[in-house]
């Protein structure tokens, strides 16, 4: 386990970064586009929902072992 790891999950491990996080997941993962998105549009979610899982990961991967 890195150490940047468990930097994110001390991060939002917190109340407020809980809450961040799922702000983030909201408008991100939970986020449809509809039929008539961009392929550009499509991309930039996808990154955006890249990301928001991966520091998800982080924090599941510290908690959990």
């Known amino acids: 386990m890195d ?3 468990k930097q994110y999950a ?3 491990q917190t109340p407020s970064g809980r ?3 799922q ?3 909201k408008i991100t993962i939970e ?3 509809g039929p008539n998105a961009t392929n550009d549009e499509l991309r930039w979610i996808e990154s ?3 990301f928001v899982r ?3 990961s982080f924090v599941a991967r510290v908690t959990k072992g």
């Open 48 to 50: 955006q929902r890249a």
């Open 31 to 33: 986020r449809n586009l």
């Open 19 to 21: 809450a961040v996080l």
């Open 10 to 12: 001390r991060t939002f």
């Open 3 to 5: 150490d940047i790891e």
């Open 23 to 25: 702000h983030m997941r």
């Open 54 to 56: 991966q520091i998800e």
